[in-house]
């Protein structure tokens, strides 16, 4: 491999690990506060509520799992109890997440997991931090007679949601307020402004509140029975890599978005944000990322309100257009000179022709060299002018990827049981339940991803295509080294940035899978119309 093919080579590898590391560079706008309300689906506790001992299984009639959480306010209808196996593990179906991510994860590392009298008082203490939060924000709550209706996030007391006939209650006070165990919340008097912050603050309290208490009623049991250093690690590390991941909270509409929780039916509130507070974030999240993220909001609200999925579609579609469109005008001289460099590598092939030692021959190199760009201005192409398109389209692409991945209103809905939200990799990859009766959106992915693939494919090959054709009938010259290393260079370069992008569409977002579906076809009818300018040229 000669060191132009090195170089080459070395360029598109550094240009691919630019665009993934650059990518994770665009700023996470999800606040703190909606950092803790994408939490709370995940970890809603192990405690379900119902009205009247009576509802309460009777193998949960004990001391230990059952309990009356507002008794002292009076409450005596209301009761709550722990459901757990036949291993005396938690069992709770609203604690799926935690009990397959933490507290797995802590048996397989022989991490002691806290005691049931150390969650019956975490999830007392956060229903009464909901409930308070709940009247300070002028709901009308009385702790004497609140029923588990409204309560419980969903019309069934213990349930993942899913099931045949379970509705979501709205104005259910941990749905709405279950954030606080996350946070921690700071009151500014000199500018009268609320802060929050995800750091577990309550959490945190109240755990160091429940030991003193267990350790007062039992002495000696206080720290055995709260989470140990090495669950909180595992505790905060998996919430921690869990929030960080999520990245969908731009919008320009207050309201409630997404596919959050364990069973992925969670809709967590999201405030607007402003183009001012864009630009905090970052220059090009202020220059592309937050407009392009807006577009789509708005297109997908204008098409379809209730955000049902195919409404994100049509916004994509027209978004990838706009997108598209404004970096062709940008780029049109470039890309111009590109696909006239293309036309030409006949008559370079023939300038090679003449100098077939040119592979080791530093003269005959030169006047290869300098024939090659005496060609090129007399054709008025810029060989460099492709280093302009990449400067624009780089941080296009890198900025759209962010949008996308930002977009609230993406993250809602879904079209054919796809999510747009989801990556194609983990649609493609779940084989579980009825996937082959697309229940989780499989042969939609499967679909999509064989059509971007196909796009993008043909986007790179049209204009090698376009000049084959017109070509055709020319003469073939006589084998050339360098030539042939130089064709062979640039369709190794051409194939790995199609394998790249591919691939890289495997791992991001359906949305992205789409944008660059459209945006082959748009590629596509770019090179038409200029291969169209460039044959009215020759004709004259």
């Known amino acids: 491999m000669n060191k132009r093919t090195k170089v080459k080579l070395l360029g598109a590898l550094g240009l691919a690990a630019g665009a993934l590391m650059l990518s994770g560079c665009v700023s996470n706008f ?57 291993n005396g593990y938690y069992a709770a179906k609203k604690a799926e997440y935690l009990t397959k991510n933490i507290f797995a994860n802590a048996v397989s590392k022989n991490v002691s997991i ?39 996030p969903f019309s069934v007391a213990d349930c993942v949601g899913n099931e045949e006939g379970v509705t979501v209650t709205e104005d259910s006070v941990l749905r709405n307020y279950g954030y606080l165990k996350f946070i921690t919340k ?16 309550n959490w945190d309290k109240w755990t160091e509140e429940i030991q003193k208490e267990i350790e007062t009623a039992k002495p000696g049991s206080g720290a055995a029975s709260v989470p140990n250093a090495d669950f909180v690690s595992i505790y905060k590390g998996t919430f921690n890599s ?52 807006c577009l789509v909001d708005a297109l997908s609200n204008a098409f379809d309100p209730g955000l049902s999925g195919v409404g994100q579609i049509w916004a994509l579609v027209l978004t990838t257009i706009i997108v598209r469109l404004l970096v062709v005008l940008l780029t049109f001289k470039s890309t111009l000179d590109q696909q006239k460099m293309t036309a030409l590598q006949p008559q370079i092939a023939k300038i090679q022709a003449k100098y077939p030692n040119s592979n ?12 090659t760009m005496a060609l090129y201005r007399r054709n008025k192409v810029n060989p460099l002018s492709s280093i302009l398109a990449i400067i624009i389209q780089f941080p296009v692409f890198v900025s759209v990827w962010g949008a996308l991945q930002g977009s609230a209103a993406l993250s809602s809905g879904e079209v054919l049981n796809l999510r747009l939200s989801d990556s194609l990799q983990s649609v493609l990859t779940n084989f579980s339940g009825t996937w082959y009766a697309n229940t989780t959106g499989w042969w939609t992915a499967a679909v999509l991803f064989v059509i971007m693939a196909a796009t993008q494919f043909c986007a790179m090959k049209l204009p090698q295509w ?41 791992t991001l977002p359906a949305a992205m899978g789409v944008y660059w579906a459209i945006g082959g076809l748009v590629a596509m009818a770019q090179t038409a119309i200029i291969q169209g300018i460039m044959r009215r040229k020759k004709d004259r």
Not at 189 to 194: D, H, K, L, M
Not at 267 to 285: N, R
């Open 360 to 371: 080791t021959n530093q003269a005959e190199q030169a006047r290869v060299s300098q024939e």
């Open 186 to 201: 700071s009151f500014n008097a000199e500018n009268g402004t609320t802060t929050f912050k995800f750091d577990y603050g």
């Open 242 to 293: 869990l929030t960080n991941g999520i990245r969908t909270c731009i919008t320009t509409k207050e309201g409630n978005y997404g596919h959050y929780g364990a069973s992925n039916n969670w809709q967590v509130k999201m405030d607007s944000i402003s183009w001012g507070e864009a630009w905090s974030h970052g220059f090009l999240e202020g220059l592309i990322v937050y407009p392009v993220a």
């Open 30 to 86: 999800c606040s703190d506060i909606e950092k803790a309300r994408i939490a709370y689906p995940y970890e809603q506790g192990v405690t379900v509520y119902v009205d009247g001992e009576s509802s309460v299984p009777a193998e949960y009639r004990t001391p230990e799992l059952s309990f009356q959480p507002l008794k002292d306010k009076g409450n005596d209808e209301l009761w709550a109890y722990i459901p757990v196996d036949e």
């Open 466 to 506: 376009i000049n084959a054709a017109r070509n055709k009938k020319l003469s073939k010259t006589s084998a050339n080294p360098a030539a042939d290393k130089t064709a062979r260079t640039q369709k190794m370069v051409s194939w790995f940035m199609l394998i790249f992008t591919v691939i890289l569409g495997f």
């Open 114 to 152: 806290p005691s049931y009298e150390y969650f019956k008082k975490m999830d007392q203490k956060l229903l009464e931090a909901a409930i308070s939060a709940a009247k300070a924000d002028g709901i009308t709550v009385d702790e004497a007679s609140i029923t588990a209706a409204k309560i419980n």
